[in-house]
Nanobody
Framework: QVQLVESGGGLVQAGGSLRLSCAASGRTFSNYAMGWFRQAPGKEREFVGTISWSGGSTYYADPVKGRFTISRDNAKNTVNLQMNSLKPEDTAVYYC????????????????WGQGTQVTVSS
């Protein structure tokens, strides 16, 4: 079982940037894909993006494509979500996700979730 701890959330004005980080422990981090999801108030949790085990492949949901970037540092067991050009509709709790496969599609079952970190974008 992998443990995930997110950090970096906060309040930012529209058009600004935030960088979320997720620290993983408990298994060989570099063997598996990682992902990010988000859940806005009153809405279901939605897929944001994934990164493959090596970091060589990424996939993003349309609403964040071109604005968000996922990266990973396998030496430090961390995965990051760089969010630029933030919009009020990006306001949500953001969750780090760990998979049990090397490449994950948006519908791939998540093996472990982080506790979430709040991101609030003011207009």
């Amino acid at each position: 079982q992998v443990q995930l701890v997110e950090s970096g959330g906060g309040l930012v004005q529209a058009g600004g940037s935030l960088r979320l980080s997720c620290a993983a422990s408990g298994r060989t981090f570099s063997n598996y894909a990682m992902g990010w999801f988000r859940q806005a108030p009153g809405k279901e949790r939605e897929f944001v993006g994934t990164i493959s085990w090596s970091g060589g492949s990424t996939y993003y949901a349309d609403p964040v494509k071109g604005r968000f970037t996922i990266s990973r540092d396998n030496a430090k067991n961390t995965v990051n979500l760089q969010m630029n050009s933030l919009k009020p509709e990006d306001t949500a709790v953001y969750y780090c996700a760990a998979y049990s496969v090397r490449y994950a599609s948006p519908t791939q079952q998540v093996a472990s979730w982080g506790q979430g970190t709040q991101v609030t974008v003011s207009s």
